[in-house]
């Protein structure tokens, strides 16, 4: 349909109606009501073709005096800007595609993998020459063995026995129930090398498990041994993971709950208690035989500090009596009769020391008693001191 270069009879370059599409309804004077014409027939495209282009001529610097080769030639550029603008939107939207800053791009060539995509604006073959898939690989991801439910601990959780019912290396059984965090590590292997991602760590998780839990007790996985345990399945599951090429990397391995089976927990924690008695009374009897042991050491050896010092004091007494002997026996060797009156006198002078003494005279004619003047009494000081 030609475009015609004509304008309507009044009211300026886009005609009477004021604008390319009307300006709305209008009465009395023929014109378009709205988006319908007053007997409700579509509006002309034709007529709103040419008035928009009458409106652009008098805007361009050709102004609005041009011939009809001006009016076919303005056409042309409108038709050219128009395809230009379309295929530059169809080249961007088909040979490009954008990654995020989270996300890790993966490119197929006719089907096989061709290339990585860092984030950012990336160029690409359209389908179906190339396909792109763009994994997010920072987003960290849970499973729940033993379990199913957001968390564990809300009392809708339900419980899943035969993942969480496990053997200890002692003999005993344990209800474990654990979740796994993991992310993709490596976007191609994660794409093409496991089909179920979530059931796939799941089933690595639980085996990992069963095998730290096998070599373990239980006592430890109840107490201090939860983050031993809890770092082994984690580097097992890693190993695991790394040898199927899943593209997995397990951040962390968190034990929810850890309790014997609810059938026996009763009989189990009655245990654990006596197993508590037990330690308490042997923790008190090591304070006891830590604080009577030294003191039993130590009056031992006080005592034979006693004895070795008795034995010295005597032994030295002993050696100072038989020297005191020996010079004594050798003054006498040289002077017999003097030694031994010396001897006489000195024995007396010590019986007769402290005792209250009376001399009688026992010779004919004697006075029998014998006053003597009391020395030691008038060399008596007052008061009881000499």
């Known amino acids: 349909m030609p475009w015609n270069n004509q304008t309507g009879g009044n009211g300026g370059p886009w005609g009477g109606g004021g604008g390319p599409w009307g300006n709305g309804p209008q009465r009395g004077n023929g014109g378009p009501q709205g988006p319908q014409g007053p007997q409700g027939r579509p509006?002309?495209?034709?007529?709103?073709?040419?008035?928009?282009?009458?409106?652009?001529?008098?805007?361009?610097?050709?102004?609005?005096?041009?011939?009809?080769?001006?009016?076919?030639?303005?056409?042309?550029?409108?038709?050219?800007?128009?395809?230009?603008?379309?295929?530059?939107?169809?080249?961007?939207?088909?040979?490009?595609?954008?990654?995020?800053?989270?996300?890790?791009?993966?490119?197929?060539?006719?089907?096989?993998?061709d290339r990585r995509a860092a984030p950012g604006l990336n160029f690409r073959l359209p389908p179906p020459f190339e396909t792109v898939f763009t994994p997010s690989v920072t987003t960290i991801n849970r499973v729940d063995v033993g379990?199913?439910?957001?968390?564990?601990?809300?009392?809708?959780?339900?419980?899943?026995?035969?993942e969480s019912l496990m053997l200890t290396g002692d003999g005993n059984i344990v209800d474990i129930d654990f979740a796994v965090f993991w992310r993709i590590a490596d976007a191609p292997l994660f794409l093409f090398n496991i089909q179920n991602p979530q059931g796939s760590v799941r089933a690595v998780a639980e085996s990992a498990m069963r095998e730290v839990v096998g070599r373990s007790e239980i006592q430890p996985l109840l107490t201090q041994g939860r983050q031993i345990t809890e770092t082994a399945v984690q580097e097992l599951m890693q190993e695991a993971l790394d040898s199927y090429g899943a593209g997995v990397e397990i951040t962390q391995v968190q034990l929810l709950t850890v309790d014997p089976p609810s059938q026996v927990i009763d009989a189990f924690r009655d245990v654990q208690a006596a197993r508590a008695d037990n330690e308490r009374v042997q923790n008190q009897a090591q304070a006891y035989s830590n604080r009577v042991i030294p003191e039993a050491r130590g009056e031992a050896a006080r005592i034979l500090e006693a004895a070795n010092a008795y034995r010295e004091q005597t032994v030295a007494e002993a050696r100072g009596q038989a020297d005191r002997f020996t010079a004594v026996y050798q003054e006498y060797r040289a002077a017999p009769d003097v030694t031994r009156q010396r001897l006489y006198l000195e024995t007396l002078e010590r019986i007769f020391r402290d005792?209250?003494?009376?001399?009688?005279?026992?010779?004919?004619?004697?006075?029998?008693?014998?006053?003597?003047?009391?020395?030691?009494?008038?060399?008596?000081r007052p008061g009881g001191t000499q």
């Open 355 to 380: 005792n209250d003494k009376i001399v009688l005279d026992t010779d004919d004619g004697g006075q029998g008693v014998v006053p003597f003047l009391p020395i030691n009494e008038l060399t008596r």
């Open 43 to 113: 509006p002309d495209l034709e007529d709103m073709i040419r008035k928009g282009q009458d409106r652009l001529k008098t805007i361009l610097p050709q102004g609005g005096g041009g011939g009809g080769g001006a009016g076919g030639g303005l056409s042309k550029g409108l038709i050219a800007v128009v395809v230009l603008i379309g295929l530059v939107f169809v080249t961007f939207n088909f040979f490009t595609f954008r990654v995020q800053p989270d996300q890790q791009g993966v490119v197929l060539r006719f089907g096989e993998f």
């Open 147 to 162: 379990t199913r439910a957001d968390d564990p601990r809300r009392a809708g959780a339900r419980d899943v026995p035969e």
